[in-house]
Protein backbone atom coordinates (compact mmCIF):
# COMPACT_ATOMS: atom_id res chain seq x y z
CA UNK A 1 0.00 0.00 0.00
CA UNK A 2 2.87 2.39 0.94
CA UNK A 3 4.63 1.41 -2.50
CA UNK A 4 1.28 2.32 -4.06
CA UNK A 5 1.32 5.75 -2.55
CA UNK A 6 4.38 6.70 -3.05
CA UNK A 7 4.05 5.48 -7.18
CA UNK A 8 0.61 7.48 -6.99
CA UNK A 9 2.97 10.53 -5.32
CA UNK A 10 5.56 10.65 -7.82
CA UNK A 11 3.04 10.17 -10.87
CA UNK A 12 1.41 13.09 -9.82
CA UNK A 13 4.07 15.41 -9.05
CA UNK A 14 5.28 14.48 -12.63
CA UNK A 15 1.87 15.47 -14.15
CA UNK A 16 2.21 18.56 -11.86
CA UNK A 17 5.75 19.30 -13.07
CA UNK A 18 4.37 18.64 -16.90
CA UNK A 19 1.60 21.42 -16.20
CA UNK A 20 3.91 24.12 -14.96
CA UNK A 21 6.33 23.18 -17.91
CA UNK A 22 3.18 23.59 -20.22
CA UNK A 23 1.91 26.77 -18.83
CA UNK A 24 5.56 28.49 -18.55
CA UNK A 25 5.83 27.74 -22.34
CA UNK A 26 2.66 29.17 -23.47
CA UNK A 27 3.22 32.07 -21.24
CA UNK A 28 6.85 33.01 -23.14
CA UNK A 29 4.97 32.42 -26.13
CA UNK A 30 2.21 34.68 -24.86
CA UNK A 31 5.07 37.65 -24.23
CA UNK A 32 7.18 36.91 -27.33
CA UNK A 33 4.13 38.77 -29.22
CA UNK A 34 3.32 41.35 -27.19
CA UNK A 35 6.32 44.19 -26.38
CA UNK A 36 8.12 45.54 -24.89
CA UNK A 37 11.07 43.78 -26.57
CA UNK A 38 13.99 43.92 -25.31
CA UNK A 39 16.87 43.67 -28.18
CA UNK A 40 20.28 44.22 -26.10
CA UNK A 41 19.40 41.26 -24.13
CA UNK A 42 17.55 39.45 -27.19
CA UNK A 43 21.82 40.58 -29.05
CA UNK A 44 23.30 39.48 -25.78
CA UNK A 45 21.39 35.38 -26.04
CA UNK A 46 22.34 35.56 -29.54
CA UNK A 47 25.85 35.84 -29.10
CA UNK A 48 25.83 33.02 -25.99
CA UNK A 49 23.71 30.45 -27.18
CA UNK A 50 24.73 30.72 -31.23
CA UNK A 51 28.39 32.20 -31.68
CA UNK A 52 30.08 30.87 -28.53
CA UNK A 53 28.71 27.46 -29.16
CA UNK A 54 30.08 27.18 -32.52
CA UNK A 55 33.37 25.67 -31.13
CA UNK A 56 31.47 23.05 -29.39
CA UNK A 57 29.29 21.83 -32.06
CA UNK A 58 31.70 21.71 -34.87
CA UNK A 59 34.16 19.95 -33.57
CA UNK A 60 31.47 17.77 -32.31
CA UNK A 61 30.60 17.38 -36.23
CA UNK A 62 33.94 16.97 -37.27
CA UNK A 63 34.59 13.69 -35.36
CA UNK A 64 31.08 11.96 -35.58
CA UNK A 65 31.65 13.15 -39.43
CA UNK A 66 34.59 11.48 -39.62
CA UNK A 67 33.89 8.13 -37.35
CA UNK A 68 30.48 7.70 -39.18
CA UNK A 69 32.89 7.61 -42.23
CA UNK A 70 34.51 4.55 -40.63
CA UNK A 71 32.00 2.70 -39.56
CA UNK A 72 29.59 2.96 -42.56
CA UNK A 73 32.92 2.03 -44.44
CA UNK A 74 33.99 -1.28 -42.48
CA UNK A 75 29.30 -1.92 -42.04
CA UNK A 76 29.59 -1.99 -46.17
CA UNK A 77 32.67 -3.83 -46.79
CA UNK A 78 30.33 -6.99 -45.25
CA UNK A 79 28.24 -6.57 -48.81
CA UNK A 80 30.44 -4.63 -51.07
CA UNK A 81 28.62 -1.63 -50.65
CA UNK A 82 32.00 0.76 -49.50
CA UNK A 83 30.68 3.14 -52.12
CA UNK A 84 27.73 4.61 -50.35
CA UNK A 85 30.13 5.95 -47.71
CA UNK A 86 29.32 9.76 -48.65
CA UNK A 87 25.41 9.76 -48.95
CA UNK A 88 25.38 7.97 -45.82
CA UNK A 89 27.37 10.25 -44.05
CA UNK A 90 25.63 13.12 -45.68
CA UNK A 91 22.06 11.92 -44.61
CA UNK A 92 23.35 10.91 -41.86
CA UNK A 93 24.34 13.97 -40.51
CA UNK A 94 22.05 16.27 -41.87
CA UNK A 95 18.93 14.19 -40.91
CA UNK A 96 20.04 13.17 -37.66
CA UNK A 97 23.58 13.41 -36.27
CA UNK A 98 23.78 17.03 -36.53
CA UNK A 99 20.84 18.18 -35.01
CA UNK A 100 20.61 15.59 -32.27
CA UNK A 101 23.87 15.86 -31.44
CA UNK A 102 24.52 19.55 -31.75
CA UNK A 103 21.26 19.99 -29.51
CA UNK A 104 22.38 17.62 -26.98
CA UNK A 105 25.81 19.66 -27.22
CA UNK A 106 24.09 23.26 -26.80
CA UNK A 107 21.50 21.33 -23.83
CA UNK A 108 25.20 21.14 -22.09
CA UNK A 109 26.28 24.20 -22.91
CA UNK A 110 23.30 26.51 -22.59
CA UNK A 111 20.85 24.82 -20.41
CA UNK A 112 23.49 24.47 -17.82
CA UNK A 113 24.58 28.18 -18.40
CA UNK A 114 21.35 29.84 -18.59
CA UNK A 115 20.08 27.83 -15.22
CA UNK A 116 23.04 29.06 -13.44
CA UNK A 117 22.93 32.38 -14.30
CA UNK A 118 19.12 32.36 -13.52
CA UNK A 119 19.29 30.23 -10.81
CA UNK A 120 21.63 32.54 -8.96
CA UNK A 121 19.81 35.78 -9.94
CA UNK A 122 17.12 33.72 -7.87
CA UNK A 123 19.05 33.49 -5.23
CA UNK A 124 20.50 36.31 -4.81
CA UNK A 125 16.48 38.10 -5.56
CA UNK A 126 17.83 40.15 -8.77
CA UNK A 127 14.87 38.46 -10.53
CA UNK A 128 12.60 40.39 -7.09
CA UNK A 129 14.37 43.05 -8.00
CA UNK A 130 13.75 43.41 -11.90
CA UNK A 131 9.71 43.07 -10.78
CA UNK A 132 10.07 46.04 -8.16
CA UNK A 133 11.73 47.98 -11.29
CA UNK A 134 8.84 47.54 -13.60
CA UNK A 135 10.17 44.95 -15.52
CA UNK A 136 8.56 41.51 -16.52
CA UNK A 137 11.53 38.91 -16.08
CA UNK A 138 9.89 36.61 -18.41
CA UNK A 139 10.00 39.57 -20.97
CA UNK A 140 13.50 40.64 -19.87
CA UNK A 141 15.13 36.95 -19.37
CA UNK A 142 12.91 34.29 -21.13
CA UNK A 143 11.94 35.67 -24.17
CA UNK A 144 15.37 36.79 -25.42
CA UNK A 145 16.93 33.75 -24.66
CA UNK A 146 14.06 31.11 -25.58
CA UNK A 147 14.04 33.57 -29.45
CA UNK A 148 17.48 33.20 -29.64
CA UNK A 149 17.80 29.30 -29.26
CA UNK A 150 15.01 28.78 -31.12
CA UNK A 151 16.81 30.85 -34.25
CA UNK A 152 20.35 29.94 -33.62
CA UNK A 153 20.27 26.70 -33.46
CA UNK A 154 19.48 25.34 -36.48
CA UNK A 155 22.11 27.81 -37.76
CA UNK A 156 24.38 25.88 -35.48
CA UNK A 157 22.90 22.50 -37.08
CA UNK A 158 23.54 23.90 -40.38
CA UNK A 159 27.31 24.57 -39.72
CA UNK A 160 27.68 21.15 -37.74
CA UNK A 161 26.24 19.19 -40.87
CA UNK A 162 28.65 20.91 -43.19
CA UNK A 163 31.54 20.12 -41.12
CA UNK A 164 30.79 16.72 -39.69
CA UNK A 165 30.45 16.01 -44.18
CA UNK A 166 33.90 17.45 -44.27
CA UNK A 167 35.05 15.52 -41.46
CA UNK A 168 33.50 12.29 -43.37
CA UNK A 169 35.23 13.62 -46.39
CA UNK A 170 38.64 13.81 -44.87
CA UNK A 171 38.31 10.28 -43.66
CA UNK A 172 37.21 9.25 -47.13
CA UNK A 173 39.78 10.62 -48.78
CA UNK A 174 42.83 10.21 -46.58
CA UNK A 175 41.96 6.86 -45.27
CA UNK A 176 39.75 4.85 -47.18
CA UNK A 177 40.69 5.69 -50.73
CA UNK A 178 37.87 7.78 -52.30
CA UNK A 179 38.87 9.95 -54.89
CA UNK A 180 38.18 13.53 -53.70
CA UNK A 181 35.88 14.60 -56.89
CA UNK A 182 33.65 11.23 -56.95
CA UNK A 183 33.20 11.69 -52.74
CA UNK A 184 32.16 15.36 -53.49
CA UNK A 185 29.42 14.48 -56.18
CA UNK A 186 28.02 11.36 -54.41
CA UNK A 187 27.31 13.62 -51.36
CA UNK A 188 25.23 16.22 -53.38
CA UNK A 189 23.79 13.59 -55.82
CA UNK A 190 22.37 11.76 -53.02
CA UNK A 191 21.40 14.63 -50.52
CA UNK A 192 17.87 16.15 -51.15
CA UNK A 193 16.74 19.45 -49.70
CA UNK A 194 14.15 18.06 -47.34
CA UNK A 195 17.46 16.02 -45.79
CA UNK A 196 18.25 19.47 -44.73
CA UNK A 197 15.41 21.75 -43.94
CA UNK A 198 14.12 18.81 -41.99
CA UNK A 199 17.27 18.80 -39.33
CA UNK A 200 17.06 22.53 -39.47
CA UNK A 201 13.27 22.02 -38.37
CA UNK A 202 14.71 19.58 -35.80
CA UNK A 203 17.14 22.38 -34.85
CA UNK A 204 14.52 24.93 -34.65
CA UNK A 205 12.61 22.91 -31.31
CA UNK A 206 15.73 21.76 -29.77
CA UNK A 207 16.87 25.26 -28.83
CA UNK A 208 13.18 25.94 -27.84
CA UNK A 209 13.12 23.07 -25.43
CA UNK A 210 17.02 23.86 -24.23
CA UNK A 211 16.56 27.28 -23.86
CA UNK A 212 12.79 26.73 -22.56
CA UNK A 213 14.08 24.07 -19.47
CA UNK A 214 17.07 26.33 -18.86
CA UNK A 215 14.88 29.08 -17.99
CA UNK A 216 12.22 27.05 -16.13
CA UNK A 217 14.66 25.58 -13.86
CA UNK A 218 17.20 28.25 -13.30
CA UNK A 219 13.42 30.80 -12.26
CA UNK A 220 12.40 27.85 -10.15
CA UNK A 221 15.28 27.19 -8.63
CA UNK A 222 15.98 26.10 -4.89
CA UNK A 223 17.81 28.31 -2.58
CA UNK A 224 21.46 28.14 -1.85
CA UNK A 225 24.64 26.85 -3.94
CA UNK A 226 22.76 23.66 -3.81
CA UNK A 227 19.28 24.74 -5.17
CA UNK A 228 21.43 26.37 -8.22
CA UNK A 229 23.54 23.14 -8.62
CA UNK A 230 20.15 21.23 -8.82
CA UNK A 231 18.67 23.81 -11.41
CA UNK A 232 21.17 23.17 -13.63
CA UNK A 233 21.36 19.58 -13.58
CA UNK A 234 17.97 19.22 -14.25
CA UNK A 235 17.74 21.88 -16.89
CA UNK A 236 20.40 19.78 -18.36
CA UNK A 237 18.54 15.66 -18.30
CA UNK A 238 15.42 17.65 -19.23
CA UNK A 239 16.60 19.18 -21.94
CA UNK A 240 18.33 16.12 -23.02
CA UNK A 241 15.98 13.75 -23.03
CA UNK A 242 13.23 16.21 -24.36
CA UNK A 243 15.04 16.46 -27.30
CA UNK A 244 15.63 12.89 -27.86
CA UNK A 245 11.68 11.96 -27.44
CA UNK A 246 11.00 15.44 -29.40
CA UNK A 247 13.26 13.94 -32.03
CA UNK A 248 11.88 10.13 -32.32
CA UNK A 249 8.29 12.14 -32.54
CA UNK A 250 9.49 14.65 -35.36
CA UNK A 251 11.14 11.83 -37.26
CA UNK A 252 7.96 9.92 -37.33
CA UNK A 253 6.25 13.40 -38.48
CA UNK A 254 8.49 14.15 -41.05
CA UNK A 255 9.48 10.08 -42.68
CA UNK A 256 6.95 7.85 -41.72
CA UNK A 257 5.18 6.56 -44.90
CA UNK B 1 -0.03 56.18 2.70
CA UNK B 2 0.45 52.53 2.99
CA UNK B 3 -2.26 51.03 4.77
CA UNK B 4 -2.10 46.92 5.68
CA UNK B 5 -5.16 45.09 7.21
CA UNK B 6 -6.02 41.73 8.56
CA UNK B 7 -2.82 40.58 5.92
CA UNK B 8 -2.38 36.47 6.27
CA UNK B 9 0.33 34.47 4.27
CA UNK B 10 0.99 30.74 5.11
CA UNK B 11 3.70 28.81 3.29
CA UNK B 12 2.36 25.00 3.49
CA UNK B 13 1.73 24.77 7.20
CA UNK B 14 3.90 27.82 8.11
CA UNK B 15 1.67 30.39 8.65
CA UNK B 16 3.63 33.82 8.25
CA UNK B 17 1.56 36.46 8.60
CA UNK B 18 -1.46 35.86 10.87
CA UNK B 19 -3.47 38.76 10.34
CA UNK B 20 -0.97 42.04 10.30
CA UNK B 21 -2.63 45.15 10.29
CA UNK B 22 -0.30 48.26 9.65
CA UNK B 23 -0.71 51.70 8.80
CA UNK B 24 2.73 54.00 6.99
CA UNK B 25 1.53 57.41 7.12
CA UNK B 26 2.76 59.63 4.56
CA UNK B 27 6.30 60.93 4.75
CA UNK B 28 7.51 58.53 7.65
CA UNK B 29 10.29 56.37 8.28
CA UNK B 30 8.83 53.20 9.92
CA UNK B 31 10.63 50.44 10.80
CA UNK B 32 9.42 47.08 11.07
CA UNK B 33 11.50 45.09 13.81
CA UNK B 34 11.28 41.27 14.64
CA UNK B 35 13.12 38.57 14.96
CA UNK B 36 14.16 35.91 12.24
CA UNK B 37 11.12 33.73 10.56
CA UNK B 38 8.44 36.90 11.36
CA UNK B 39 7.52 37.73 8.00
CA UNK B 40 9.27 40.89 7.79
CA UNK B 41 10.33 40.25 4.12
CA UNK B 42 6.99 38.72 3.48
CA UNK B 43 5.44 41.67 4.77
CA UNK B 44 7.60 43.61 2.13
CA UNK B 45 7.00 41.28 -1.02
CA UNK B 46 3.66 41.18 -0.17
CA UNK B 47 3.18 44.84 -0.29
CA UNK B 48 5.19 44.77 -3.45
CA UNK B 49 3.50 42.21 -4.94
CA UNK B 50 6.01 39.42 -5.44
CA UNK B 51 4.04 37.61 -2.77
CA UNK B 52 0.44 36.90 -3.33
CA UNK B 53 -1.17 37.24 0.29
CA UNK B 54 -4.10 34.68 1.50
CA UNK B 55 -6.17 37.51 2.61
CA UNK B 56 -6.32 40.92 4.51
CA UNK B 57 -5.90 44.52 2.09
CA UNK B 58 -3.55 46.66 1.11
CA UNK B 59 -3.83 49.96 -0.03
CA UNK B 60 -0.91 52.13 -1.52
CA UNK B 61 -2.09 56.21 -1.76
CA UNK B 62 -5.51 55.07 -0.95
CA UNK B 63 -5.61 52.56 -4.08
CA UNK B 64 -5.47 48.75 -3.91
CA UNK B 65 -2.10 47.39 -4.37
CA UNK B 66 -3.45 43.93 -5.88
CA UNK B 67 -5.52 46.10 -8.52
CA UNK B 68 -5.21 48.73 -11.31
CA UNK B 69 -2.20 49.30 -14.19
CA UNK B 70 1.21 47.43 -12.32
CA UNK B 71 3.64 49.25 -13.99
CA UNK B 72 2.27 53.00 -12.19
CA UNK B 73 1.84 50.96 -8.92
CA UNK B 74 5.91 49.69 -9.00
CA UNK B 75 7.15 53.29 -10.46
CA UNK B 76 5.70 54.68 -6.95
CA UNK B 77 8.37 52.48 -4.74
CA UNK B 78 12.79 52.32 -4.84
CA UNK B 79 13.83 49.34 -2.76
CA UNK B 80 16.94 48.28 -1.54
CA UNK B 81 17.76 44.38 -1.04
CA UNK B 82 19.66 42.88 1.91
CA UNK B 83 22.12 41.61 -0.51
CA UNK B 84 22.07 44.67 -3.15
CA UNK B 85 20.09 42.13 -5.78
CA UNK B 86 22.42 44.57 -8.50
CA UNK B 87 22.68 42.84 -11.81
CA UNK B 88 25.80 40.87 -12.46
CA UNK B 89 25.64 41.06 -15.93
CA UNK B 90 25.50 45.28 -16.23
CA UNK B 91 27.76 47.87 -15.40
CA UNK B 92 27.25 50.22 -12.35
CA UNK B 93 25.45 53.21 -13.87
CA UNK B 94 23.45 50.81 -16.18
CA UNK B 95 21.93 49.22 -12.36
CA UNK B 96 21.24 52.32 -11.13
CA UNK B 97 19.63 53.75 -14.17
CA UNK B 98 17.87 50.41 -14.77
CA UNK B 99 14.28 52.01 -14.56
CA UNK B 100 15.70 55.21 -16.53
CA UNK B 101 16.79 53.18 -19.80
CA UNK B 102 13.43 51.66 -20.09
CA UNK B 103 9.56 50.96 -19.88
CA UNK B 104 7.54 54.38 -18.81
CA UNK B 105 10.23 56.38 -17.25
CA UNK B 106 12.85 56.07 -19.90
CA UNK B 107 15.24 58.81 -21.12
CA UNK B 108 18.21 58.65 -23.89
CA UNK B 109 20.90 57.23 -22.61
CA UNK B 110 22.71 60.26 -22.03
CA UNK B 111 20.47 61.54 -19.59
CA UNK B 112 20.29 58.45 -18.04
CA UNK B 113 23.72 57.91 -17.11
CA UNK B 114 24.07 61.50 -15.82
CA UNK B 115 21.31 61.09 -13.65
CA UNK B 116 22.89 57.57 -12.27
CA UNK B 117 26.30 59.44 -11.44
CA UNK B 118 24.39 62.29 -9.18
CA UNK B 119 22.73 59.85 -7.81
CA UNK B 120 26.17 57.94 -7.35
CA UNK B 121 27.59 60.73 -5.91
CA UNK B 122 24.29 61.28 -3.56
CA UNK B 123 25.39 58.14 -1.99
CA UNK B 124 28.67 58.65 -1.83
CA UNK B 125 31.01 57.53 -4.97
CA UNK B 126 32.69 58.79 -7.57
CA UNK B 127 32.13 58.70 -11.37
CA UNK B 128 34.72 56.69 -11.39
CA UNK B 129 32.71 53.73 -10.39
CA UNK B 130 30.14 53.98 -12.32
CA UNK B 131 31.70 51.63 -15.42
CA UNK B 132 33.04 49.57 -13.33
CA UNK B 133 30.90 46.14 -12.40
CA UNK B 134 28.86 44.77 -8.85
CA UNK B 135 31.60 42.13 -8.63
CA UNK B 136 34.61 44.73 -8.27
CA UNK B 137 32.87 46.00 -5.68
CA UNK B 138 32.81 45.93 -1.81
CA UNK B 139 29.73 44.58 0.40
CA UNK B 140 29.32 48.43 1.53
CA UNK B 141 30.23 50.10 -2.21
CA UNK B 142 27.34 47.50 -3.58
CA UNK B 143 24.69 48.31 -0.60
CA UNK B 144 25.66 52.29 -1.78
CA UNK B 145 24.93 51.60 -5.34
CA UNK B 146 21.71 49.46 -4.34
CA UNK B 147 20.75 52.58 -2.51
CA UNK B 148 21.33 54.94 -5.50
CA UNK B 149 19.35 52.14 -7.49
CA UNK B 150 16.99 52.34 -5.17
CA UNK B 151 16.26 56.34 -5.41
CA UNK B 152 17.01 56.86 -8.99
CA UNK B 153 13.96 57.80 -10.23
CA UNK B 154 12.69 59.47 -7.37
CA UNK B 155 10.04 57.19 -5.77
CA UNK B 156 7.62 58.29 -3.20
CA UNK B 157 8.38 55.64 -0.88
CA UNK B 158 11.49 53.75 -0.74
CA UNK B 159 11.87 50.29 1.10
CA UNK B 160 14.82 48.92 2.45
CA UNK B 161 15.45 45.36 3.28
CA UNK B 162 18.25 44.88 6.23
CA UNK B 163 20.05 47.70 4.95
CA UNK B 164 22.81 46.87 7.40
CA UNK B 165 23.34 43.38 7.31
CA UNK B 166 26.49 42.46 6.68
CA UNK B 167 28.24 45.69 7.06
CA UNK B 168 31.08 46.52 9.40
CA UNK B 169 29.47 49.13 12.23
CA UNK B 170 31.00 51.86 11.06
CA UNK B 171 29.73 51.03 7.37
CA UNK B 172 26.56 50.22 8.78
CA UNK B 173 26.27 54.00 10.39
CA UNK B 174 26.99 55.96 7.27
CA UNK B 175 24.39 53.57 5.55
CA UNK B 176 21.93 54.40 8.57
CA UNK B 177 22.64 58.35 8.07
CA UNK B 178 22.74 57.89 4.35
CA UNK B 179 19.21 56.48 4.53
CA UNK B 180 17.60 59.30 6.88
CA UNK B 181 19.29 62.38 5.34
CA UNK B 182 17.78 60.57 1.72
CA UNK B 183 14.33 59.84 3.29
CA UNK B 184 14.22 63.29 5.21
CA UNK B 185 15.15 65.17 1.77
CA UNK B 186 13.29 63.44 -0.82
CA UNK B 187 10.22 64.10 1.79
CA UNK B 188 9.73 60.43 0.79
CA UNK B 189 7.74 57.44 2.86
CA UNK B 190 9.94 54.72 4.15
CA UNK B 191 10.01 51.17 5.65
CA UNK B 192 12.58 49.86 6.51
CA UNK B 193 13.28 45.89 8.26
CA UNK B 194 15.41 45.17 9.95
CA UNK B 195 16.74 43.68 13.47
CA UNK B 196 19.81 46.17 14.24
CA UNK B 197 18.64 48.25 17.08
CA UNK B 198 21.56 50.99 15.68
CA UNK B 199 19.39 51.11 12.47
CA UNK B 200 16.06 51.51 14.42
CA UNK B 201 17.23 54.09 16.15
CA UNK B 202 19.10 55.92 13.48
CA UNK B 203 16.42 55.90 10.91
CA UNK B 204 12.94 55.84 12.68
CA UNK B 205 9.85 58.02 13.47
CA UNK B 206 7.90 54.59 13.85
CA UNK B 207 8.58 50.95 14.68
CA UNK B 208 6.56 48.39 14.76
CA UNK B 209 7.13 44.88 16.22
CA UNK B 210 6.31 42.28 14.35
CA UNK B 211 6.31 38.53 16.37
CA UNK B 212 4.36 35.32 16.06
CA UNK B 213 2.84 36.64 12.50
CA UNK B 214 1.18 39.74 13.98
CA UNK B 215 2.26 43.19 14.86
CA UNK B 216 2.95 43.08 18.26
CA UNK B 217 3.68 46.43 19.27
CA UNK B 218 3.41 49.70 17.21
CA UNK B 219 4.25 53.99 18.33
CA UNK B 220 6.95 56.65 17.89
CA UNK B 221 10.86 55.51 18.61
CA UNK B 222 10.77 58.14 21.22
CA UNK B 223 8.30 55.63 23.23
CA UNK B 224 9.57 52.15 22.31
CA UNK B 225 12.11 52.51 25.51
CA UNK B 226 9.55 53.29 27.94
CA UNK B 227 6.88 50.68 26.23
CA UNK B 228 5.84 48.04 28.91
CA UNK B 229 5.45 45.32 26.26
CA UNK B 230 7.65 42.32 27.60
CA UNK B 231 8.66 40.76 24.29
CA UNK B 232 9.14 44.97 22.35
CA UNK B 233 11.55 44.86 26.17
CA UNK B 234 13.30 41.72 25.51
CA UNK B 235 13.80 42.82 21.41
CA UNK B 236 15.39 46.25 21.97
CA UNK B 237 17.33 45.13 24.67
CA UNK B 238 18.89 41.85 22.93
CA UNK B 239 18.39 39.49 25.89
CA UNK B 240 18.22 35.64 26.06
CA UNK B 241 15.75 35.61 28.86
CA UNK B 242 11.98 36.81 27.99
CA UNK B 243 8.72 35.60 26.64
CA UNK B 244 10.48 35.08 22.72
CA UNK B 245 11.80 31.39 23.22
CA UNK B 246 15.65 31.47 21.73
CA UNK B 247 16.90 28.68 20.39
CA UNK B 248 20.20 27.61 21.70
Redesign the interface.
Same mark, same amino acid.
Given at each position: MTALAATGRRTLAFLALVGRIAIFAATTLSHLLRP?F?LREFG !?ALLQIGWFSLPVVGLTALFTGGALALQIYAGGARFNAEAVVPSIVAIGMVRELGPVLGGLMVAGRVAAAIAAELG @??KV *???I??L? @? !?? *?HPMKYLTVPRVLAATLTVPFLVAVGDAIGIFGGYLVGTSRLGFDQSVYLKNTVDFLELWDVGSGLAKGAVFGFIVALMGCYHGMHSGRGAQGVGRATTNAVVSASILILASNYLLTELFFSA | MIDIAGLHKTFGTNAVLRGVDLAVPKGTSTVVIGGSGTGKSVLLKCILGLVRPDAGTIRVAGADATAGDRDAFLAQFGMLFQGGALFDSLPVWQNVAFRLLRGSQKRPRAKARAIAIEKLRRVGLGAEVADLYPAELSGGMQKRVGLARAIAADPQIIFFDEPTTGLDPIMAGVINELIREIVSEMGATALTITHDMTSVRAIADRVAMLHDGKLRWEGPVDEMDDAADPYLHQFIHGLAEGPIAAVR
Open positions: PY !L @TM *TEQDAV @T !LS *T | -
